[in-house]
């Protein structure tokens, strides 16, 4: 989401970061959703970085192939989340379209939420900065 200025505080920040994990969890579950024929297509999911860092700190991480997550928040670059392979959605082929499908509904209801919340700060704040209630 571009930021136009209103981003101020605590509250704005965290329905932007609500947007942008959300718009994430869609667009995984549709690339999920669009590869469910493909014969050895993983399936995706979207996990949060400060939770990976949190268990990493717990449990001794090592790296022994190059395309296995590193321990450190550098994986998931300012973004706050990382795409791991969804191991039960892969290991359960018969259940994989019906939590691809729940889990973009799920996406797109959490993500219009944020947008409507995020729309009405903004139409309060241009009411208070106008003066015209």
Request: charged content about 30%.
């Amino acid at each position: 989401m571009e930021n136009v200025g209103i981003i101020t505080d605590a509250a704005a920040k965290r329905l932007e970061r609500m947007l942008d994990v959300n718009a994430a969890r869609q667009r995984v579950a549709a690339t999920n959703l669009s590869n469910s024929s493909t014969d050895g297509y993983e399936p995706k999911k979207v996990e949060f970085s400060e939770e990976l860092a949190q268990a990493s700190g717990r449990v001794k991480v090592r790296r022994t192939h190059e395309s296995h997550l590193t321990s450190s928040r550098a994986a998931a670059g300012d973004r706050g989340y990382v795409e791991t392979v969804d191991e039960k959605a892969a290991n359960e082929p018969d259940t994989r379209l019906e939590r691809t499908i729940a889990e973009l509904a799920d996406a797109e209801l959490a993500y219009r939420t944020a947008a409507t919340l995020m729309s009405k700060r903004q139409q309060a704040l241009r009411t208070a900065i106008s003066g015209q209630y």
